[in-house]
Each structure stands twice: as structure tokens, then as C-alpha cells.
């Protein structure tokens, strides 16, 4: 048992395999799954460094008015990918799903492109790429900003949260 613990703590310190096709460029038509995922060339394609709305996350309009900006992302990715083939540089780390920077055949990062139009929000937990273009989407009140958007990392915190607490209880005698 004493060689245990070296070996559980060399196991940790390893590194950890790269997430299949990491690092190979995926180019086809895209279409949007998500807010922040794209389908390319048959591949899911999460955005690096951005966050949407999840599926169910609700939004306020400026006059308060609810409504579904999980779809209103969705739609405004489907429209800024466009209908053009474009190029994902994959990263590693991507665990299920591939993790990449999708690009425009113009060039245009379509990451950036959602942050800075205010239907994304940036990703800080896993990237500082966004943060200016977010800041100027706020301050413009463009997408998302223009009246109360939960960020989807709070929403699915919460989520999850509400789940557990309505959990059943053991019974008790």
C-alpha cells in the first residue's frame, strides 16, 4: 500500500489525452445547435471563450417582457455563421464535444462575433478573449443586453440547485 499514493499522485500529475481530432481544422457549412455550438462538417463545435443562453433559460426584453433568448442565440449564430463553409480550429480539452475558433470564410471570428453583438456572453471561466467585445456589447445594450439576460453559467448553477432541493427525502418511520 505504500507505493500506493506516488503512483495515484504520478497518475494525477499526467497529462491528459487530447480530445480526438484536437488541434485538426474542421471546415463545412455550418448550422447552429446552440447559441455558442455549430454543426461543421457533421461535427458539434462548441465556441471557445463564449456562453449562451441554455435551452429553457428565459430573458426580460427593456419593457420586462419574457422570452426565449436560448432560441433568439441560436438564431443570431445561425445568421452570423452564415451560409459560406467555414473553419474551426479545434482545441484540446473539449471532453464530449470538440472546442474550437470558428471563422468566417471573410475571417471574421464568429465567437467574437456573438459576444460583440450581445447574443453570447464571454466565457470568463475559460477564456479572457471577449472581455472588450462584451464590454461594448453592454454598453451598447445590443442582443441579450438590451434588458435582463441571466449569464447561463448562473442559470445552470441555479438549475441544478432548485433539482436538488426537490429531491425526495427518505422516508422516515
Not at 15 to 24: D, I, Q, R, S
Not at 29 to 48: H, I, K, M, N, W
Not at 85 to 107: A, F, I, L, N
Amino acid at each position: 500500500m505504500r507505493g500506493a499514493l506516488p503512483l495515484a499522485l504520478l497518475l494525477l500529475a499526467a497529462p491528459l489525452p487530447a480530445a480526438a481530432g484536437a488541434g485538426k481544422p474542421i471546415t463545412g457549412t455550418p448550422s447552429a445547435r446552440e447559441g455558442d455550438v455549430l454543426v461543421v462538417g457533421g461535427q458539434e463545435v462548441r465556441l471557445y471563450g463564449i456562453d449562451a443562453p441554455d435551452q429553457g433559460q428565459r430573458c426580460e426584453n427593456v419593457r420586462g417582457k419574457d422570452y426565449d433568448c436560448f432560441e433568439v442565440s441560436r438564431k443570431a449564430l445561425e445568421v452570423l455563421a452564415g451560409t459560406e463553409p467555414v473553419s474551426c480550429e479545434t482545441r484540446p480539452g473539449g471532453g464530449r464535444m470538440q472546442v474550437g475558433v470558428c471563422k468566417r470564410p471573410d475571417g471574421q471570428d464568429i465567437g467574437a462575433a456573438m459576444v460583440l453583438t450581445g447574443y453570447a456572453l464571454a466565457y470568463r471561466s475559460v477564456s479572457t478573449n471577449y472581455l472588450r467585445e462584451e464590454a461594448q456589447a453592454v454598453s451598447r445594450r445590443r442582443g441579450l443586453w438590451g434588458g435582463r439576460v441571466e449569464p447561463p453559467w448562473l442559470w445552470r448553477s441555479r438549475q441544478l440547485e432548485e433539482k436538488l432541493n426537490q429531491r425526495p427525502t427518505a422516508m422516515t418511520r
